[in-house]
Structure formats: structure tokens, C-alpha cells
């Protein structure tokens, strides 16, 4: 019935499915709104990166997960046992991850605005790597390890300047970014010279994102060579040769059916055959190659189920078919305009020839979850699935309006589980004061 996934399909009472579970029933037995996530399809994201890797690269490469993609205890269990590294951006993140009982040596901790308790933080907490993103960052990272005499690994982040061809709001790679210093500017070099002689900062490579959902041809290729370029320049200048290179995160996933399908392990394939050249012809010896991908992790392995509440036909307009969730468990619509694929999942083999907009229930207009959706024509109770949720979807939720945010069910053929409960209303009263005047 539709080709988007292989982990979605059809039953006999023309029930959608995902990961072979009847989502009717699920939406029964834990309500709606309701995050799905397929356990198996996870762990088969990460293999197919940690394979590819390994292949082309001996075991000089690894793939990290960027949790801000998808973060709760279960996620981080799930990449301590796929071996996977991560990419931890706050001290929430941190927290998390060291509270599931991550290996914290494989975190990664990024972020433009490390304030010095962050830095604190993550140091007690024993992470593995500080991404450094500008200078003063570098020196408060060198004090605190001063502090506490420590050589603390670090990577720095610098900017290639690549445009990945991606909407402006996840395009990081420019010249032009809040993250990163740029080669082109020459301060990629100034941090370098600095970070090299901070005496309590061990300086392992250097990091780069270009940008999020990115499809375009060789974007990893181009940004890896300009990467390599930099490392033997640093090379030639100042005899330090980078052990590690980290190319960030990007490669797109398919939202829709017209989307095209990224092949991982051809892409990987190209990145190692522009690497190998590089460092061949600027006779360096490789680094060790990290990618950290969000999306492409976690993306098809999410469903989101609701239950509809009305369906408004406006004559000479359009149609509008509001669900009982919206913007607070998805903000990717209103944000970025995101394109989803949605169903009506307890009359999935009914003709879809109802055209109409999905909105939430939030007092507020733009709170859209999609436009232009074909689903048969709804009644109040049935039941409207979107596709592709498992990334920046709980991540981003919000609880606008006091709408409890909904649990993340992990579907696994051992037996479901509930990875994160449903918010209650005494969760998010919970830190208010009420006082008499
Ligand atoms: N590494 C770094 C340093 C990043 O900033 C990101 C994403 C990644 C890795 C992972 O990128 P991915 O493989 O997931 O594309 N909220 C937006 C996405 C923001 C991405 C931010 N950085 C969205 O919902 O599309």
C-alpha cells in the first residue's frame, strides 16, 4: 500500500501496521496521542552505518548518535549496545545518557554556548570529548581541566563552507553560522594555534556539520576534502596531525514517497573513496572518521497515532481534520514546513479521497500538522497516523496550552514497552508555587 517503509503495512481488517503491530490495537491498549518507536528498525539503522563503516574503513571509523534527534534512557541503552558513540548537546543530554548508564568516554558533548557549569558538569559526569565551537569556549574549557588536572580530549568545530543545499534553519556549514570556526576566515587556523598550546586541552581533531536533511550529491564528499586539506595544512604548519575527523550528521530521510531513498552504505562508500584519495594525494595519514547521524537513526522507526476529534469542511475552501495532538508533539510542520505522510490507520484500505489540512488542537492557527493530506473522509474517533516521527518529534515537544506531552511506546517482538510515560497534569504543575497575596 505504500512503499515509504518496510516496517508500515496493511491487515486483513485493513488496519495500518507498524512493525507488524496492529495500530489500532496499540492506540486502544496505551491511548492517543501516542509515540510509536520500532526497536528493531533502530538497531538496524545503526548497523547498517556501523558495518559500512567498519567495511570501508578497517576499524578506523565509527558512527556516533546525535541524541538531540531522539532522547530518553532506552535510546541510550539501545546505542551503548549497538556500540554506537554520541552526540550529546546539553547537560539534560548528559544527564540522561549517564542515568542510563551510557559509556560516557563515547560522548560528545557539542553545543555554540557551553556555560562554565556545563563544562563542570560534563567533566564530572566523565565525557569522553568536548566539541569546542570558538575561542572562548576553548579557555574555559582549559581552566576548568586546570582545575581539576586533567588533560581533557578535545575536537574543535570548524565550518567548511559548504552550502548543503537544505532550508536556511538547519544549514550549518556555511561560512556564515553561529556554530564553528571558518577555514576560509583563517580562524579555524587561529583556534587551532591556540588550542594547541593550552597545556590542559589534548587536541584529537577536528569536527564539521553541514547542515540537516541533506539529499545533494556530494556534500560529505566536498566537506571531507576541505576538512583533509585543513588537516595537513595544520600539518605542514605546525607538525600536529589530527587523529580524529568527525563529518557531523545530515543524510536525509524519505517523508513522503516522492522523496528519494539515500543509500547509506553506497554513500558511505563515497565518503571513504574521497577520504582515501585525499589523504593519498596530501600524503596524511587517514584520521579516524566519525559520523554522527540523528535522522537517519531514529526517523523511520517512529510513528505518531491520534484520534480525530472533528473534521470541518469549509465550502470553497478546504477541508480540516483536527486530531487530539498537533504542535506540542510535532513542531515540525509549523517550523520548518515539513512534509509527512499520514493515514487514516482504522480504514487504511479505504479509497483516500479526501482531500483536507490535519491541524492539532492547539489555540493557535499555525498549529498544523499537515497540508494537503489524501485520507478517507474521517469521523469523530478514527484513528490518523504520521509517518516518520522518531526524529526531533519528542525531542521537541512542547506542553504549549498544559497539553501533556505522550509516551513513547517501543515496540519489540520480546514484548512492548513503555519507554517514556504519558506527561500527567501534576508532571507539568509540578514545579509551580502558589501563594497567598
Ligand atoms: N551533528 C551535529 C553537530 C548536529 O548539529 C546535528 C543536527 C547532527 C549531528 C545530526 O544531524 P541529522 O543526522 O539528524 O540531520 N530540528 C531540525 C533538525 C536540526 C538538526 C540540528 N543538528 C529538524 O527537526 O529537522
Known amino acids: 500500500m505504500t512503499n515509504l517503509c518496510d516496517n508500515i503495512s496493511v491487515n ?13 490495537l496499540l492506540a486502544r491498549e496505551y491511548g492517543t496521542p501516542l509515540y510509536l518507536m520500532d526497536e528493531a528498525r533502530i538497531r538496524q539503522n545503526c548497523r547498517v552505518y556501523q558495518t559500512a563503516l567498519r567495511e570501508q574503513f578497517g576499524g578506523k571509523a565509527g558512527a556516533l548518535f546525535a541524541s538531540k534527534a531522539c532522547s530518553f534512557k532506552q535510546i541510550y541503552r539501545i546505542m551503548e549496545e549497538e556500540e554506537m558513540g554520541i552526540d550529546v548537546v546539553s547537560c539534560g543530554e548528559i544527564y540522561t545518557a549517564k542515568a542510563a548508564g551510557f559509556p560516557m568516554a563515547k560522548a560528545f558533548f557539542h553545543g555554540n554556548c557551553k556555560t562554565d557549569a556545563d563544562i563542570a558538569y560534563a567533566m564530572d559526569a566523565g565525557v569522553g570529548y568536548f566539541v569546542v565551537d570558538n575561542a572562548d569556549e576553548l579557555q574555559a ?6 582545575k581539576r588536572g586533567v588533560l581533557q580530549r578535545i575536537l574543535l568545530r570548524l565550518t567548511p563552507g559548504i552550502d548543503s543545499h537544505t532550508y536556511e534553519a538547519v544549514n550549518t556549514g556555511k561560512v556564515d553560522s553561529k556554530f564553528g570556526a ?40 566536498r566537506a571531507a576534502v576541505i576538512m583533509l586539506t585543513f588537516i595537513a595544512e595544520i600539518k605542514e604548519k605546525y607538525g600536529y596531525l589530527a587523529e580524529i575527523l568527525n563529518l557531523g550528521g545530515g543524510y536525509g530521510v524519505r517523508y513522503t514517497e516522492s522523496d528519494p531513498t539515500i543509500d ?34 531514529v526517523a523511520d522507526a517512529g510513528m505518531t497515532l491520534y484520534t480525530v476529534g472533528s473534521t470541518k469542511e469549509i465550502p470553497g475552501f478546504k477541508n480540516y481534520v483536527a486530531v487530539d495532538g498537533g504542535m506540542t508533539d510535532n513542531p515540525r510542520f509549523a517550523l520548518y514546513r515539513s512534509r509527512y505522510t499520514c493515514f ?40 490518523i497516523a504520521v509517518c516518520t516521527t522518531g526524529a526531533y518529534n519528542f525531542s521537541m515537544s512542547s506542553e504549549y496550552n498544559r497539553i501533556p506531552r ?17 506527561q ?8 509551580d508555587n502558589s501563594w497567598d497575596t
Do not use: W, Y
Open 141 to 146: 574549557i582549559d581552566r576548568e581541566a586546570a
Open 424 to 431: 500527567t497534569f501534576e508532571d507539568i504543575a509540578a514545579r
Open 182 to 221: 571558518a577555514i576560509e576566515t583563517g580562524q579555524a587556523e587561529e583556534l587551532t594555534a591556540v588550542a594547541l598550546q593550552e597545556k590542559n586541552l589534548k587536541l584529537c581533531g577536528f569536527h564539521c556539520h553541514v547542515g540537516s536533511s541533506v539529499f545533494a550529491e556530494d556534500v560529505f564528499e
Open 406 to 422: 505522550p509516551p513513547v511506546v517501543m515496540l519489540r517482538k520480546e514484548g512492548n514497552r513503555i519507554a517514556v510515560r504519558r
Open 344 to 383: 487514516l490507520a482504522n480504514k487504511a484500505s479505504e479509497p483516500a479521497d479526501f482531500s483536507c489540512s490535519v491541524v492539532g488542537r492547539c489555540c493557535e492557527s499555525g498549529d498544523i500538522l499537515q497540508e494537503n493530506v489524501s485520507i478517507p473522509r474521517p469521523k469523530r474517533g478514527d484513528m
Open 264 to 297: 547509506i552504505s553506497k554513500k558511505i562508500a563515497d565518503v571513504a573513496a574521497a577520504v582515501k584519495a585525499a589523504c593519498a594525494e596530501l600524503k596524511i595519514e587517514r584520521p579516524f572518521i566519525c559520523l554522527e547521524p540523528g535522522r537517519s537513526i
Open 12 to 24: 486483513a481488517q485493513g488496519h495500518l501496521c507498524f512493525a507488524g503491530q496492529d495500530t489500532v
